[in-house]
């Protein structure tokens, strides 16, 4: 199985962008994201490419955080943004929320030690879906689905599997949902996203057994590399244990749309 290049993995990195349903964007200077109420109602930025000046893209881009009523703009870094923002967004005071490290892998080798007692499933009920959401509030901190949104969501599962897009991947211990992890088949990718485990089950190998699983499948789906976000608090170190390469961080800073 061939790999992908250095370049490939960063430009992949780098056009790498969450859309939530019911989301709003527009690209002009950078990508700008109004997520919806759910997920509190920033605005998220990213991936500029701009011909003006750090100050610049930054004042358009609380211009238009205003302009959405948002009440926070968060922008991630990348070493491909033109002009890169993370001097100026330090000079205005903004705080450094979260940071992130890139790291991918080949698939043709993959293996990720997983304890006994931990079981797996891929998503393809309402039921599940449910068990999905029922980790994610507490984990995100997001408002939980309504019916008609665990419909809406239970569709994008089905379409995804259905056009062979993605999956979603639960784990159990004891019979319980504990934890999860989605991912996307794209250009040879499968990108790895949005895993999450409970506070009270981490260190219990659920993590492990989520993207065990999803590497497995996503090389049974034809992906040749793992591309995956870590968090420095959280996942990054056991992506590295795992035979994850890093290829960088993005950061996360916050600014108020008065700033």
Not at 21 to 49: C, I, K, T, Y
Not at 75 to 94: H, I, Y
Request: hydrophobic share 40%.
């Amino acid at each position: 199985m061939s790999t992908h290049t250095v370049d490939e993995i960063l430009r992949a990195a780098a056009a790498w962008v969450w859309f939530p349903r019911d989301s709003e964007h527009e690209r002009e200077d950078l990508l700008l994201v109004r997520d919806p109420e759910r997920f509190g109602g920033g605005v998220r930025g990213s991936q500029v490419d701009s011909r003006l000046d750090p100050a610049g893209v930054v004042d358009r881009a609380l211009e238009r955080t205003r302009a959405w009523g948002a009440p926070r703009f968060t922008f991630w870094t990348s070493s491909a943004d033109r002009p890169d923002l993370e001097d100026e967004l330090r000079r205005r005071g903004a705080e450094h929320i979260d940071t992130v490290a890139v790291f991918a892998r080949p698939l043709d080798d993959a293996v990720v030690e997983v304890p006994d007692g931990v079981t797996v499933e891929m998503v393809r009920t309402l039921s599940q879906v449910r068990d999905v959401d029922a980790i994610n509030v507490p984990v995100w901190q997001q408002q939980p689905l309504d019916a008609e949104g665990l419909q809406a969501e239970f569709a994008e599962v089905a379409a995804a599997l259905e056009s062979r897009e993605g999956f979603r991947i639960l784990a159990r211990i004891g019979g319980r949902a504990v934890s999860t992890g989605g991912c996307t088949i794209d250009d040879g990718f499968v990108r790895l996203w949005g895993a999450s485990t409970l506070v009270g089950d981490r260190g219990r190998g659920a993590y492990r057994a989520v993207l065990a699983e999803r590497l497995r499948l996503g090389a049974a789906w034809g992906a040749k590399t793992a591309l995956v976000k870590g968090r420095i608090a959280t996942s990054a170190p056991i992506l590295a244990r795992a035979g994850f390469h890093h290829y960088g961080d993005e950061r996360a800073y916050r600014l108020t749309p008065d700033a």
